[in-house]
């Protein structure tokens, strides 16, 4: 149950994001928490990862986006969260993180015990990725 409170202990996802959600949890535990209100966004089943889009009730975040690996237990390891316009989601970014401590613009965050955080905003979109080895993110982690 401990891993379970992954984002609230680290605070690296926005309270509006259910706290029950953890970067590295399986696909399957994903859903049970969830629910039934995903929508597959990947076309073919074949592809390196699996998308999962969600639409809010919150005004300022009208939906957010879950990659699951498509290997192995498919590991949580990228949630971007679209809000209504860049501002929003700078905002957002600067809350969770403070100011970027990578390449002026993203964050890098370690902490002892959990998956390493990589974050960034584009455009109306904060980004939020956990190293999870066997993701498409895994070879640029480092890359400085």
């Known amino acids: 149950m401990a891993q379970n409170k992954t984002s609230n202990a680290l ?6 994001i259910n706290s029950e959600i953890y970067f590295g949890m ?7 928490v969830i629910g ?13 990862r699996l998308v999962y889009s969600q639409k809010t009730t919150i005004p300022e975040i009208p939906t957010v986006v879950y990659y699951f690996d498509n290997e192995q237990n498919k590991p949580l390891y990228e949630i971007i969260i679209n809000y209504q316009n860049e501002e929003q ?5 600067t809350l969770l993180f403070g100011q970027p401590n990578f ?3 993203e964050w890098r965050i370690k902490i002892q015990g959990f998956p390493e955080i990589w974050s960034w905003v584009y455009k109306n979109k904060l980004i939020v990725v956990a190293k999870i080895y066997g993701s498409e993110w895994i070879d640029e982690w480092n890359k400085e």
């Open 11 to 16: 605070n690296v996802l926005p309270s509006e």
């Open 26 to 32: 399986n696909l399957a535990d994903f859903k049970n």
């Open 36 to 48: 039934s209100d995903l929508v597959l966004e990947t076309k073919n089943d074949t592809d390196f």
């Open 89 to 93: 989601a700078k905002k957002a970014a």
């Open 103 to 105: 390449n002026q613009t």
